[in-house]
C-alpha cells in the first residue's frame, strides 16, 4: 500500500537501539527523508522512543532523584515535540508518534520490575499526546502511541509506527495502538 | 456502620483545608489519631485547634512542605513519636501555581504549545514525588503491622485529561500518579496494604472558588455564567462537597474496604465519560 508520505521528513529520537533502527528503515522504506535534528523547522513526522526495562523497581527507590531521572526523559520529549509544533501546524501536517510500554496498560505487560517507571513514564506521554492531539488537531497534526510489549519485535512496533504517520491513519489522534501480541486482559 | 479504625494512625497531608480538612475530620469521626500537615503554620494551628474540640487529644498538626521527602519524613516521625505506627496515609498535595495573580490558585494555567519543560519538572515534584515520599516513609510501619492505607486525592484529569481547559501540566503528570499507585497496590497486596487514587471532580473548596473567579475575569465572563456552565455538564448538575470527598476516603480507609486496591474512584458528579 502507497502511505502517500513520500517526501515527507521525519526525525527518529531515543536511543541508538534496534527499534530507532526499524522505525527509521520502515519510514526510509516509504519514501521519507530522515532528518537528524529539528533543524529549521522541516519536520513532517517526530517519532520518539525510549529503551525498556534498568530502572529501579517502585519498592526499592530511595531518592526522589531517581524518580527525577525517569521523568526527565518526558520531560526532554515533550520539549521536542512542543518545538517541532510550530513548524508542523504552519504547513498543515503532522505527525508526531511515542513509543511507550504496554505495561501503562495492563499489569499483565509489565514484565520485569525494572520496567515499572516505564509504565508509569508512558503514562504521562500518552495524556500529553491527548492533549496535544486535542490542540495540534485544528491544524491536521495527529498525535498518537504504540504501546511494545510481550514478544513484539522492532520491525513489528515500527509497522505500527509508519502506519500512524502515513496519510491514511490521518483521522486517527489521541490514541494508544498495543503491539503486544495480545498481552494484557483490560477489554480498553 | 463499624469501619474498624477505632485507634488507627493516620496522616493527612494538606489538613489544614478544603478535601484534607474534611478527610481528618472523617477519620477522627471513626476514632482515628489524625496528623494533620500544611505548609501554613497559621492556618494549619487554626485547624488543629478546631479538630481537636471535635476528638480531644486525637490530632496534632506539623507544618511541612509535603512536596518535599525531607519534610514528609519529618512529619512521619513526629507522627510516630506522638501517637505511634502510621497505620492510614492520605496524600493531598495540589499541583503548583506559577502565577496566582494569573491562575487564582487553580492549577499552573497553559496549553501544550507554550508549557517550559521547568514546569513540569514542578509539577511532578508536586504531584508524583509528594505521593510516592509519603507512601515510601510509612510503608515499613504498615508492613510491621500487615496492615495499611493508602489513598491518593488525585484528579479525574488522570483518566480523562481536561483538554478544554490551559491544564497541560495535571493532565500530563496526574496519570502518572494514578498508575504509580496501581504498580503499589500490586506490590503491596501481599502485606495487607491496599492503594487506591481519588479521581477528584470539582468540589467546592476555596481554592475551588478562587479558580473560578479567575477564569470568569479571563473570559471576561461573571462567576455565575462559567459555573453555570461547567455545572450543566455535570450529571448531579452541582459541585462536590468536601465531606463527599472525605466520605468514600474514610471508607477506603476502612477494615470493611480491604478487598478494594489498586483502583482509582471517582467522585465527580458522573462527568467523566470514559466506560
Redesign the interface.
Same mark, same amino acid.
Given at each position: 500500500m502507497d502511505l502517500g508520505i513520500t517526501g515527507r521528513s521525519a526525525l527518529v529520537v531515543g536511543p541508538d537501539d534496534e527499534l530507532g533502527a526499524a522505525c527509521r528503515r520502515a519510514l526510509a522504506a516509504e519514501g521519507v527523508r530522515l532528518a537528524t535534528s529539528i533543524g529549521d523547522g522541516e519536520v513532517d513526522i517526530l517519532v520518539a522512543h525510549s529503551a525498556a526495562g534498568g530502572h529501579p523497581? &517502585?519498592?526499592d527507590?530511595q @531518592?526522589?532523584a531517581e =524518580?527525577?531521572q525517569s521523568?526527565?526523559v518526558?520531560?526532554?520529549t515533550?520539549?521536542l515535540?512542543?518545538a517541532a509544533?510550530?513548524a508542523m501546524a504552519s504547513r498543515g501536517w503532522g505527525r508526531f508518534v511515542f513509543v511507550g510500554a504496554a505495561g501503562?496498560r495492563s499489569?499483565d505487560a509489565?514484565d520485569a520490575?525494572d520496567e515499572?517507571l516505564d509504565?508509569?513514564?508512558s &503514562?504521562?506521554m500518552?495524556? @500529553?499526546q491527548?492533549? =496535544?492531539a486535542?490542540?495540534?488537531g485544528p491544524a491536521n497534526v495527529t498525535a498518537n502511541s504504540v504501546l511494545r510489549g510481550g514478544e513484539a519485535t522492532a520491525d513489528e512496533v515500527a509497522a505500527a509506527v509508519t502506519f500512524l504517520c502515513s496519510e491514511g491513519a490521518g483521522y486517527i489522534t489521541g490514541v494508544s495502538i498495543d503491539v503486544a501480541g495480545g498481552v494484557g486482559s483490560a477489554v480498553? | 456502620m463499624d469501619y474498624g479504625i477505632n485507634d488507627k494512625v493516620a496522616i493527612v497531608s494538606g489538613g489544614s483545608r478544603g478535601i484534607g480538612r474534611a478527610i481528618a475530620e472523617a477519620l477522627l469521626g471513626e476514632g482515628a489519631f489524625v496528623m494533620i500537615s500544611a505548609r501554613t503554620e497559621v492556618t494549619l494551628a487554626a485547624a488543629a485547634v478546631e479538630l481537636d474540640a471535635l476528638a480531644p487529644g486525637r490530632v496534632a498538626a506539623v507544618a511541612a512542605d509535603m512536596t518535599d521527602?525531607d519534610g514528609v519524613q519529618a512529619v512521619v516521625d513526629a507522627t510516630r513519636a506522638r501517637f505511634g505506627p502510621v497505620s492510614i496515609a492520605v496524600s493531598n498535595v495540589i499541583g503548583h501555581v506559577i502565577d496566582s495573580k494569573k491562575e487564582g490558585d487553580g492549577p499552573g494555567a497553559g496549553?501544550?504549545?507554550s508549557?517550559?519543560?521547568a514546569e513540569?519538572?514542578r509539577e511532578?515534584?508536586h504531584l508524583?514525588?509528594s505521593a510516592?515520599?509519603l507512601a515510601?516513609a510509612c510503608?515499613p510501619d504498615m508492613r510491621a503491622q500487615r496492615w495499611g492505607r493508602i489513598c491518593n486525592i488525585g484528579s479525574g484529569?488522570?483518566r480523562e485529561?481536561a483538554?478544554?481547559l490551559p491544564h497541560?501540566l495535571p493532565?500530563?503528570?496526574?496519570?502518572?500518579v494514578?498508575?504509580?499507585h496501581?504498580?503499589?497496590a500490586?506490590?503491596?497486596a501481599g502485606d495487607g496494604i491496599t492503594v487506591n487514587n481519588i479521581l477528584t471532580g470539582s468540589i467546592l473548596t476555596d481554592r475551588n472558588l478562587s479558580y473560578w473567579n479567575w477564569l470568569a475575569g479571563e473570559t471576561g465572563s461573571t462567576f455565575e455564567a462559567v459555573t453555570a456552565g461547567f455545572h450543566s455538564r455535570i450529571p448531579l448538575r452541582r459541585q462536590g462537597k468536601p465531606e463527599e470527598m472525605a466520605a468514600l476516603v474514610a471508607f477506603l480507609c476502612s477494615q470493611r474496604a480491604a478487598r478494594i486496591t489498586g483502583q482509582s474512584i471517582p467522585v465527580d458528579g458522573g462527568i467523566t465519560r470514559h466506560?
Open positions: 523497581s &517502585l519498592l527507590v @531518592a526522589a =524518580l527525577h521523568w526527565n518526558v520531560v526532554d515533550l520539549d515535540f512542543r509544533l510550530p501503562s499489569l509489565i520490575i515499572e509504565a508509569i513514564t &503514562l504521562a500518552r495524556a @500529553a491527548k492533549v =496535544l486535542a490542540e495540534a480498553y | 521527602p496549553n501544550f504549545a508549557m517550559p519543560a513540569y519538572r511532578f515534584q508524583f514525588v510516592w515520599a515510601h510503608i484529569v488522570a485529561p483538554t478544554e497541560v493532565n500530563v503528570v496526574r496519570p502518572a494514578a498508575g504509580m496501581r504498580i503499589l500490586a506490590r503491596l466506560l
